[in-house]
C-alpha cells in the first residue's frame, strides 16, 4: 500500500525560496509506503523551514549586536545615553533591541551600559588623580552619590578603598569625599 500525497505543484510555492519550493514539491511527489515515512518527511521539512526562518533572522541582525556595541563603546561617556537613542540611532524599536541585546549577549542592555561605565570608572580610578565627581562626569553618570552605591554593590568596597587598595597616583585625592555628595 503507498501513500501519495497529491498536488505536485501547488500555489503557495510561488512565494518561497527555490530551495523551500523545491522541498515542498518533493515532499508532495514522493510516494510514501508508510505513515512514519510521511511523518518523517513533514517534520524534516518543517525542521528546514523553520531552520531556514533563523538563518534569516539571524543575517538580518547580523551586524546589529556589533553596531550596538561599538554605539555604546563610543557614546558610554554621554549622560544622556538610553536604550531608546541607541535603537533610534540603529533603525530599530527600543523593545526589540533590548529583548535582541539580551538574547545575544545574556546581559540587559542598560545593564551592560552600566558595567562599561564600571570598567571605565575602576580605570580611571587607578591610573588618574581625578577626584570622584571628575570622574563620575567623564563615565556618563550624574550623580555621584550613585555611583558610589553602583559601585559598592559590584565591587565590594568603596571607590575610594579601590583606588587604595590599588595604589594608584596620589593616594587620597579625593580621600576627603570631595565632590562626592558623601558626608564626612
Wanted: positive net charge.
Amino acid at each position: 500500500m503507498a501513500l501519495a500525497v497529491g498536488v505536485v505543484k501547488h500555489p503557495l510555492t510561488k512565494d518561497l525560496p527555490r530551495e523551500a519550493a523545491a522541498s515542498l514539491t518533493k515532499l508532495f511527489a514522493t510516494r510514501f509506503e508508510t505513515i512514519a515515512e510521511l511523518q518523517t518527511a513533514v517534520i524534516g521539512f518543517c525542521r528546514g523551514v523553520c531552520d531556514d526562518i533563523a538563518s534569516r533572522k539571524e543575517s538580518k541582525n547580523a551586524g546589529l549586536l556589533e553596531q550596538a556595541l561599538a554605539y555604546i563603546d563610543g557614546h558610554y561617556t554621554d549622560a544622556g545615553l538610553s536604550s531608546e537613542g541607541i535603537a533610534d540611532t540603529l533603525g530599530v524599536s527600543r523593545s526589540y533591541l533590548s529583548r535582541y541585546f539580551k538574547d545575544q549577549t545574556g546581559i540587559p542592555l542598560m545593564q551592560y551600559v552600566d558595567g562599561i561605565r564600571m570598567t571605565k570608572a575602576k580605570e580611571l580610578l587607578i591610573r588618574t588623580d581625578l577626584k570622584i565627581k571628575e570622574i563620575v562626569e567623564q563615565v556618563g553618570l550624574t550623580d555621584p552619590n550613585n555611583f558610589f552605591r553602583k559601585f559598592k554593590k559590584r565591587e565590594g568596597v568603596t571607590p575610594l578603598e579601590y583606588r587604595s587598595a590599588r595604589g594608584s597616583g596620589r593616594e587620597g585625592a579625593s580621600g576627603d569625599g570631595a565632590g562626592t555628595g558623601q558626608g564626612g
